[in-house]
């Protein structure tokens, strides 16, 4: 069973840096589109930033010029790096995956699970 675990969050202080990891773990062939997430109380879900297999991006306008993400196929995970956090930034950040060839397939199968979230606080 492929599973998705984010980590790598936590407090920091605003301007600090921070970086996340999403780690995808079961018998991975390969993983078509990877994402980053946010989401705080009262707001829904909303997209940060998008990397394919082939490394292009997309981001949010809110995070665009502040935040990095990038990713290792040979480890199946996918980073964010975010610099010049602002308080606004403060949500719990959740990954995901569009399409992946795990087990004995040889097509691309559609993904729908979220990992549990990592909590970022940006705060003095």
């Known amino acids: 069973q492929v599973q998705l675990v984010e980590s790598g969050g936590g407090l920091v202080q605003p301007g600090g840096s921070l970086k996340l990891s999403c780690a995808a773990s079961?018998?991975?062939?390969?993983?078509?589109?990877m994402g980053w997430y946010r989401q705080t109380p009262g707001k829904q879900r909303e997209l940060v930033a998008t990397?394919?297999?082939?490394?292009?991006?997309n981001y949010a306008d809110s995070v665009k010029g502040r935040f990095t993400i990038s990713r290792d196929n040979a480890k199946n995970t996918v980073y964010l790096q975010m610099n010049s956090l602002k308080p606004e930034d403060t949500a719990v950040y959740y990954c995901n995956a569009d399409r992946i060839m795990y087990g004995s397939t040889r097509t691309y199968l559609a993904f729908n699970q979220w990992g549990q979230g990592t909590l970022v606080t940006v705060s003095s």
């Open positions: 990397i394919t297999k082939g490394a292009s991006t």
């Open positions: 079961g018998s991975i062939r390969s993983i078509n589109t």
